[in-house]
Structures are given as structure tokens and as C-alpha cells.
């Protein structure tokens, strides 16, 4: 029996061990099997295999029995689901459920979560814009939460790695706010969108409008050909998984990629519990997981672990690693673990119409939108407001059909296509900032069905975005109307903190142990050969879209932690 | 022309129309009994209210589209009990007012009795009477413009179009 053990212990020993397959798991798996780690990647969701499980992804509109419409059954159940834009009839399947995953809220906080291999690789809405240096700088210079360990310097040569792997679609702009990237040719801005950037540089001399920068293959290169990925085909209903790649997910690029060097083993249907601690060598040694299905707890282990469950998992994960060296989870040494968690504000719109261009119109479909770069506070602190915001912004013609009348009018009407004006519309995407009285805990008594205990979230907007949603409402206002737009109404949809799904922190990177949780290379400063590489770390939010900048960090990570290794450092 | 047909045979390659998988048909509603909402002569009254909201003419009308199937699904699925109860009472009602004004069902009326009491109701003050035919109709609109027959030979719904030009000229209808 005893030797049974010992083989069945080193059954379960890797090299490494990655939680979670979403965008920054599936980068850590690649960049640790690529050089040759024996990596277990463990997933608490199914496997979700590239093409063969994206049961919608070829169906067509009228195949949708409710036409995309969620039946109210589904709705009534999912509420917190069901307000996620991407919530669809042909999408759902990709969102986990929430009566089976539930979480309490302290306050109002939508937490959307795919529960798959893949994660919300899936379904994420593809825009990658670099962080610049006035973002790493921010918290420093401006004196809230903590200065970050690194600069722009540090990440650039990683966003060019991860870019040149994951196809990248942009123009170069030469914007110091949003640094140029390793780009595929750009998608076209259409003409009004063309126009607003004109008006917009004539009038005002560092506001700029350009097309967005996407994860999206317009110009396949051999790299992406490798990964058996081909050109995006417009379809734009990414959301149900691509056949072609068109899209980077980690189902279609990443985790195939790791699974081709031999050295990578998928586990899906692992909820991890925690991350053991060994006293004696005074470092992690491996992982515990529920298994999903039999709800079995297995021990796991390896000489380094990643940490990529997505942001308010991998703080449950380190808040439910006790040991009698951590009481309060695994490197909490300073106490701050699962506080100044933040987010990105996606409250407000600005829409309008334009009256020109009645001759032209759009052709085909685009999986992309304009942009319109940070232009608050980038070079000085000059508003009643800290930090700034980035905004979406689209052109689009608009069409109606006459639907009034019954019979055979009616009909007539409804064949026949009018063209009305061109619309346009904008969203914020507002920086937050992060704060102590932003926190997740574990609840003291109530489990989830896994035994994990739940999750407390308590976060909230403050003054600071109330302030900055009036200024993106007046600056948007104003350049939609010196461009000539028409009809300018704005909206704060008042929706929830994490409705916009990018939320992060709660172990953040730092330079001083006593107020961060991981240091420069994203390596706990307690717990030297565990890495968190997803949202968790982020010290400060910017108003970039955050995956390529996980992806940059997990590439660098892994990097250093098997060079560490080498040396026998870790 | 071969773009679409070669689409067409990837969708049943693909099979898109056979059963999804356990995990994904746990978000739909294959578990619930298929049954419908309306007795079967009440849904035959329907098939009739949206034919005669959009007509067969030189192309199929939403009757023989299957379009009533949908707005009673959609209602099934979709509405809370009042729209619910409201559909199907809606439907009674205009059946009573044929037989009161016309002297026969609604199925029975010609096409211009038909259109007189649909046309009625829409113009007319009862409240409730106008929001069932308000839901009907707008599902109908959905139902017959997101069909099969609409999309593939009127709208010309593309579904790989793998381009986009920012800028062409409004071709003149």
C-alpha cells in the first residue's frame, strides 16, 4: 500500500501547476510548456474543445427558436447573468449559472464568470490597447493605492510577444497616451467616423479618434497558420465561439498550443480549493482540488504554481490557502489581501446623429469600433478628478422600415428599406480607483455547493467616478456637437460595478511587502514560487481593456519564475 | 449563389440543426414539454391574425411561414402569466366580434372582414384589446422578417460577409 502512495503522489506531481484556462492561464500554460515544464492546467468548469463544443457557432438566426430573446424562465433565474450584454440565446451556454455559483453581494456587484476551458476568452469583447507609461505612473504621481513595481519599459517587449502570437489587429497611431503595438492591418474607420477624427484633430490639439486595436487575425501570419487559425471573417457573433480563429481565445490559440509540446495536462472539472503550504521548505508544494463531479478533494503538486482563476477567484483561492504560517491566506502577510479591488466604469453613453454623408452607407459587418484615447489628467493633474477615461465610439447608418398599416401595405413596408441618418454613439470606460474600503472576503459560514465558502463582495462606485461620468458627459457632448451632430442626448444606465467585467486587484503588485501582496515579477513576496497574473495583481486599473496587459504579464512571469527555477531560486 | 449553398451544407456539416450538447442545452428549454399555449383551434385563430397582418402575395405570407407557431412560443417562453392570459383572451375576442359583425369565425371571414376588425382594434380605445394586438403584431413583424424564407430571399442575410467597407454608395432601391 505504502509504495501505491508514494506512485500515486507522483502521479500527481508536475513541474508546474496553472488555475485557470482563461486568457492569462492559457498564456501561462504555452509560455510554461514551450520551455518544457510538465504543466497541469486545472479548470473548474468542462473542456470546451476549439470548434467541436461551440454548439451555436453555425446556426443561423431563424435557428434560434426565441431569435436570441432570453426565454423569462432563464432570465428570472439568471439575473445577474442576463444583465451581461453578451448574455444571449446562442451565447448563455458560455456563462456560468447563477443559482449554481452563488456569491453574496454587500453591495450591488454583478459578477459574470465563464465557467469552461477557455474561461471568458471566449466571450470577451477582443480590444487590446497597451497601457502607456502615464498608466504605471499614475498611482505614484497622483498618491493613491501604490506605486507599481514596473513601467511601460518593463511590459513593452511582452505586449510585442503576446501580440505577435495572439494577431492584433490596429493602425499606428503614434499616440503617446495608448503606445503602438506589433499590429495586423487595421480595420476601416467608415466615414463619419472618418470625419469626427478630422474634427476632433482640428479642434482640439491631443483628442484623437481611431479604429480600435482588436485580437482579430486580418492578415494571417505563419504564427497564426501554426496554431491553425485563419482569417477573421466578419461574422461577428464571436460570442458563440469561431470556427476560422478568427478571434484569440485561449480554446483556439493558446491551450492547443500547450497541448501540442506533450508537456501540458488538462484537468477540467477541478475547483480548487486551495494552494498547500509546506512549513519545512517554507513554500508552496501543490494545490487541492474539488473535484467537480464526485466532489472528491485530490492533492495536486509542483515546484511552481500560476495563479490565473480570474481576479475575485484567485483572491478566494489565496484568502482560503490557510496554514499556521498564514492564518489569514497564503502570503497575507500585510493584511491587504482582497482589498483596493477596482474596476472600470461603463456607466454612461452619448449618442447623436449626423446629417451628412446621406449618399453612403457601410458594407459587410466589423468586429471592432472606433476609440477614442484617455485625454484627462494624462500629462498633469488638471480636473476636479483623479485619472481619466477612454471612450468607444461608433458611426453606423441607420435604417427603418415602414411598420405601420396591416396586409399586404404593411408587407410592402416592411421589404422596402429606408435610410435614415447616420447615428453615433460613445461609451465611457472610466478609470476607478482602487481603495481598502473596496474589498472581497470569505463569509465565516455559508458554503458554496462545492464546501468553498462564499464570497463577500463589497464595492462601489465613489465621488471620484460620479465626477468623471459628468465630465465624460459634457467633453463627449461638446465634440459631438463642434462636429455638427445633432439630437446629443446622454444616458448613465446606473448599471452595477462589475457589470463592465473587468474588475481587478485585491493582490496587488508592489515594491514594499508591507502594502502589496507580489512583487515586479507578480511572485507573491511571501510565497516565492506562486505567481498571480490575471486581474488579481493590478495595482491600478487605467482605462484600457485589461486582457492583452494579463497576457504581457503572464508571459513575463513564467519567463522569470523557469529561469528561476534554473537556478534553483525557487 | 455557391457561397450560400456552400454555407448552407457547412450549417448541416457542422450540425447545427441536431442536439446540442448536455452542457449546453442545460440553458435551454428542451427540458419543459413542448406543448403550446392555445388550445388548437385558438392557434389556428392566430395562424389567421398574422396572415392577415402580413398577407400571401406574390411571396408567402407569415400564415404559411409558421409565423403564429412563433408568436405563440415567444409569448410562451418569453412573457409573464398577464401577456399570457391576455393573448389568448385577445384572440377570443376578435373571434366573438366576427360572429357578432360578420356572422361567422374569424377563420371563416373574408380577408377584408379580417383586415376591418385587425384595422378596428388598432385604431380603436380598448386599452387592453390594443396592447394583445400591439404584442401580436410586433412579434409578427419579428417572427415573419427573422424567417428562413425572408432572410435567405428577401434580406439577403449574409453570415460570413468577411468584409467591411466604411464607405459605399446607397445603392437606389
Not at chain 1, 452563488?102 to 454583478?110: A, G, M, N, R, V
Not at chain 1, 514594499?512 to 495583481?537: I, R
Not at chain 1, 495595482?539 to 513575463?556: D, E, G, H, K, V
Not at chain 2, 366576427?98 to 371571414?109: E, L, M, N, P, Y
Amino acid at each position: 500500500m505504502a509504495n501505491f502512495n508514494i506512485d500515486s503522489k507522483k502521479a500527481r506531481t508536475y513541474d508546474a501547476i496553472v488555475i485557470g484556462s482563461g486568457i492569462s492561464g492559457g498564456w501561462s500554460a504555452k509560455e510554461l510548456t514551450e520551455r518544457g515544464l510538465k504543466t497541469l492546467v486545472l479548470e473548474r468548469g468542462r473542456d470546451v474543445q476549439h470548434i467541436k463544443d461551440y454548439p451555436t457557432t453555425n446556426m443561423m438566426p431563424w435557428e434560434f427558436e426565441h431569435r436570441e430573446r432570453l426565454p423569462k424562465e432563464i432570465a428570472d433565474a439568471n439575473p445577474i447573468a442576463a444583465r451581461c450584454y453578451n448574455f444571449k440565446e446562442s451565447s448563455m451556454h458560455f456563462f456560468a449559472k447563477d443559482n449554481e455559483h452563488p456569491y453574496i453581494q454587500e453591495k450591488p456587484f454583478d459578477w459574470l464568470r465563464g465557467y469552461q476551458v477557455g474561461g471568458k476568452s471566449l466571450l470577451w469583447a477582443r480590444q487590446t490597447q497597451r497601457w502607456s507609461k502615464y498608466d504605471f505612473e499614475g498611482p505614484a504621481r497622483d498618491q493613491f493605492a501604490v506605486e507599481w513595481p514596473i513601467g511601460y519599459d518593463d511590459i513593452a517587449p511582452w505586449y510585442s510577444h503576446v501580440e505577435k502570437f495572439a494577431g492584433i489587429t490596429g493602425n499606428k497611431d503614434g499616440i503617446d497616451a495608448l503606445p503602438d503595438g506589433e499590429f495586423l492591418p487595421p480595420h476601416e474607420l467608415n466615414c463619419v467616423e472618418k470625419y469626427f477624427k478630422e474634427q476632433v484633430s482640428k479642434q482640439y490639439k491631443d483628442r484623437h479618434i481611431i479604429i480600435g486595436r482588436a485580437a482579430h487575425i486580418t492578415e494571417p501570419q505563419q504564427i497564426h497558420l501554426d496554431q491553425g487559425r485563419a482569417k477573421c471573417q466578419h461574422r461577428t457573433i464571436c460570442e458563440r465561439g469561431c470556427p476560422f480563429g478568427g478571434y484569440f481565445s485561449s480554446n483556439s490559440s493558446t491551450i492547443p498550443w500547450a497541448a501540442k509540446t506533450g508537456n501540458m495536462t488538462l484537468r477540467p472539472h477541478s475547483v480548487v480549493h486551495s494552494i498547500i503550504y509546506d512549513d519545512k521548505k517554507q513554500k508552496a508544494s501543490g494545490v487541492r482540488v474539488i473535484d467537480a463531479n464526485t466532489k472528491q478533494m485530490i492533492e495536486f503538486y509542483a515546484d511552481i504554481i500560476f495563479l490565473n482563476a480570474a481576479a475575485l477567484n484567485s483572491n478566494l483561492v489565496l484568502l482560503n490557502s490557510t496554514s499556521s504560517r498564514f492564518p489569514n491566506g497564503l502570503g497575507n502577510d500585510s493584511g491587504l489581501l482582497g482589498k483596493y479591488i477596482a474596476f472600470h466604469n461603463y456607466r454612461a453613453t452619448v449618442s447623436g446623429q449626423y446629417e451628412g454623408f446621406l449618399d453612403s452607407t457601410t458594407d459587410g459587418k466589423r468586429p471592432n469600433g472606433g476609440y477614442i484615447p484617455r485625454f484627462r489628467n494624462v500629462y498633469k493633474q488638471e480636473t476636479d478628478f483623479l485619472r481619466g477615461y477612454a471612450a468607444g465610439f461608433s458611426a453606423y447608418r441607420m435604417t427603418s422600415n415602414d411598420r405601420d398599416g396591416l396586409g399586404e401595405s404593411l408587407k410592402a413596408g416592411l421589404h422596402e428599406t429606408k435610410y435614415g441618418n447616420w447615428g453615433v454613439g460613445s461609451h465611457m470606460m472610466g478609470e476607478t480607483i482602487p481603495k481598502e474600503s473596496n474589498y472581497v472576503a470569505l463569509d465565516q459560514n455559508e458554503k458554496d455547493p462545492f464546501g468553498m465558502p462564499k464570497l463577500r463582495i463589497s464595492v462601489d462606485y465613489d465621488d471620484n467616478d460620479e465626477k468623471m461620468i459628468k465630465d465624460y458627459m459634457e467633453q463627449v457632448s461638446e465634440m459631438f456637437t463642434k462636429a455638427g451632430f445633432t439630437n446629443v442626448r446622454t444616458n448613465d444606465n446606473h448599471r452595477n460595478p462589475g457589470n463592465d467585467i473587468h474588475e481587478m486587484g485585491g493582490v496587488r503588485m508592489g515594491k514594499d511587502p508591507k502594502t502589496s501582496l507580489l512583487n515586479k515579477w507578480n511572485q507573491l513576496h511571501h510565497c516565492k514560487n506562486v505567481f498571480v497574473t490575471d486581474g488579481a495583481s493590478m495595482t491600478s486599473t487605467a482605462t484600457q481593456n485589461p486582457s492583452l496587459t494579463y497576457m504581457a504579464l503572464s508571459a513575463r512571469a513564467v519567463d522569470y519564475a523557469v529561469k528561476q527555477r534554473k537556478a534553483k531560486n525557487l | 449563389m455557391e457561397r450560400r449553398g456552400a454555407l448552407k451544407s457547412m450549417a448541416v456539416a457542422m450540425g447545427a440543426m441536431a442536439g446540442l450538447p448536455a452542457w449546453a442545452s442545460g440553458w435551454n428549454k428542451s427540458a419543459v414539454a413542448k406543448s403550446g399555449l392555445l388550445a388548437a383551434d385558438q392557434s389556428k385563430n392566430l395562424a389567421m391574425i398574422v396572415e392577415t397582418i402580413i398577407p400571401k402575395t406574390d411571396t408567402p405570407g407569415a400564415g404559411e411561414l409558421g409565423v403564429g407557431d412563433f408568436v405563440q412560443k415567444m409569448v410562451k417562453d418569453c412573457y409573464d402569466a398577464k401577456a399570457q392570459a391576455s393573448l389568448a383572451s385577445g384572440i377570443s375576442n376578435i373571434d366573438e366580434q366576427s360572429v357578432q359583425r360578420f356572422g361567422k369565425s374569424f377563420t371563416d371571414a373574408s380577408k377584408e372582414q379580417r383586415l376591418q376588425i385587425l384595422s378596428d382594434i388598432e385604431k380603436g380605445s380598448d386599452t387592453a384589446q390594443k396592447g394583445f394586438f400591439s404584442m401580436v403584431k410586433n412579434l409578427t413583424i419579428q417572427g415573419y422578417m427573422t424567417s428562413e424564407y425572408v432572410m435567405t430571399n428577401i434580406t439577403h442575410y449574409e453570415m460570413i460577409p468577411a468584409r467591411y467597407h466604411g464607405c459605399v454608395p446607397v445603392k437606389k432601391g
